[in-house]
Nanobody, 123 residues
Framework: QVRMVESGGGLVQAGGSLTLSCAASESTFSTYTVGWFRQAPGKEREFVAAITWESFTTYYLDSVKGRFTVSRDNAKNTVYLQMSSLKPEDTAVYSC????????????????WGQGTQVTVSS
């Protein structure tokens, strides 16, 4: 199986920035769409962003558009989530996962989840 490792989380003040990384163990990573999800305490995990494997097309949750940017470097088997203008409501554990399904906003289509990295945004 493909193993995913997220990193880059931390504690930041509102308005600050963080860049998260999602590193895959195998080069076959390049054939998958990669999604970013987040889960706040007591909440369901929700879709945040994704980038496709075939065209590098990106998709975003409406509330993060213009603030978050997802990108990928297939040579490094890594996907990034650049986050700026962070808000307290962005506080969550952020995870990445893989899919080959075209319905890439549906969490149920993803597999090979990482353990997640904590992002905490203070007021």
């Amino acid at each position: 199986q493909v193993r995913m490792v997220e990193s880059g989380g931390g504690l930041v003040q509102a308005g600050g920035s963080l860049t998260l990384s999602c590193a895959a163990s195998e080069s076959t990573f390049s054939t998958y769409t990669v999604g970013w999800f987040r889960q706040a305490p007591g909440k369901e995990r929700e879709f945040v962003a994704a980038i496709t494997w075939e065209s590098f097309t990106t998709y975003y949750l409406d509330s993060v558009k213009g603030r978050f940017t997802v990108s990928r470097d297939n040579a490094k088997n890594t996907v990034y989530l650049q986050m700026s203008s962070l808000k307290p409501e962005d506080t969550a554990v952020y995870s990445c996962a893989l899919t080959r399904d075209l319905l890439l906003r549906n969490i149920n289509n993803y597999y090979y989840w990482g353990q997640g990295t904590q992002v905490t945004v203070s007021s």
